[in-house]
DNA sequence: CAGAAGATCATCT
DNA sequence: GATGATCTTCTGT
């Protein structure tokens, strides 16, 4: 099993998008494995989408503007976690969220950490993720590449993935021109 | 199954 | 002071 590096996230932001679905999430933690193959992201671009945190260059999304293969994870709504891997196509900005995974290794802790007693919607959100893989605000700015906390390992490519949605997002009143969601989802993927 | 509402706080204006 | 790259619970069909 060979860890994504550095090369694999230096690239044109959708581009790694699609190709980090089929790939292995792994998070250790306490010395236990925890993983799930991605089965849905999302492509948040430079400062010309608005739908991008990196819209704006601010202390949050600095690390946005900094090296790819890090991760970027912030809080939402008071109360969820997001995890992006940034990417960096040659001097611009970009980020990819991981919206769904395919839970595999260590399920139980997932299960116990979610609160749950069964698999139904164990890790298929972006909140879920994090929550069952103990993912928090300490992470952000941890290397993907490096780390061995958090990191992606190499899978067999998948052919069956796909554009699911583009969406335009209005920004305070009309503005509907420049937001745009890439959003990937595995067809097919296996359920849980 | 679809829609509404509340939770709760880091971040930015 | 307002907002949000979400989730859960509750209501009604």
């Known amino acids: 099993m ?82 992006n891997a940034v990417c960096k196509p040659a001097g611009q900005v970009g980020a990819v969220l991981f919206r769904s995974i395919y839970p595999v290794e260590g399920i139980a802790v997932m299960r116990q950490r979610r609160g749950l007693t069964g698999d139904r919607g164990l890790t298929d959100g972006p909140g879920k993720v994090c929550q069952a893989m103990g993912i928090d605000q300490t992470l952000n ?29 209005g920004v305070r009143g009309d503005d509907l021109a420049l937001a745009r969601l890439w959003r990937f989802i595995w067809v097919g993927r296996p359920r849980r």
């Open 2 to 83: 060979r860890q994504l590096s550095y090369d694999f996230y230096a690239r044109d932001t959708v581009q790694v998008a699609r190709a980090l679905l089929g790939q292995r999430l792994v998070r250790i933690v306490d010395g236990q494995r925890l993983s799930g193959l991605i089965t849905e992201v999302e492509a948040y671009t430079g400062p010309d989408d608005l739908a991008s945190h990196a819209r704006r260059r601010t202390p949050r999304s600095e690390i946005m503007y900094g090296p790819a293969g890090r991760a970027y994870v912030y809080m939402i709504y008071g109360v969820h976690f997001c995890l």
């Open 141 to 169: 700015g941890a290397s993907l590449t490096v780390g061995r906390e958090l990191f992606i390992e190499e899978e067999a490519e998948i052919a069956s993935a796909q554009v699911v949605s583009t969406k335009r997002v």
